[in-house]
């Protein structure tokens, strides 16, 4: 069974960073797409950044474009989420995803499987 596991988050004031991670057991590490999504309190599920190992592809929510790089550890089973500069408004709950599909999609219908997600709270 696919499991993924957020970590990482945490309270931070704006300006500073998080790395967020998430590890998968319950299968190899695929060439499938993963992603990155959030949800703020009352907010619906928005997309933050999907990235293609089977394309090599990432894309980036234009939100977060410049502050926020995923990457992963294969070795490891493992990607992570490195956001810099964190605004109040990137507060939320952080959950990482694996689709399934190979190509890149910020379709969150296309993500199968799902972390429990982790909160990021921004002070101003």
């Known amino acids: 069974q696919v499991q993924l596991v957020e970590s990482g988050g945490g309270l931070v004031q704006a300006g500073g960073s998080l790395r967020l991670s998430c590890a998968a057991s319950?299968?190899?590490?695929?060439?499938?797409?993963m992603g990155w999504f959030r949800q703020a309190p009352g907010e619906e599920r928005e997309f933050v950044v999907a990235?293609?190992?089977?394309?090599?592809?990432?894309s980036y929510a234009d939100s977060v474009k410049g502050r926020f790089t995923i990457s992963r550890d294969n070795a490891k089973n493992t990607i992570y989420l490195q956001m810099n500069s964190l605004k109040p408004e990137d507060t939320a709950v952080y959950y990482c995803?694996?689709?399934?599909?190979?190509?890149?999609?910020?379709?969150?219908?296309?993500?199968?499987?799902w972390g429990q997600g982790t909160r990021v709270t921004v002070s101003s």
């Open positions: 990235t293609s190992w089977s394309t090599g592809s990432t």
């Open positions: 995803a694996l689709a399934n599909r190979f190509g890149i999609t910020r379709d969150l219908n296309e993500y199968h499987y």
């Open positions: 319950g299968l190899t590490f695929s060439r499938r797409a």
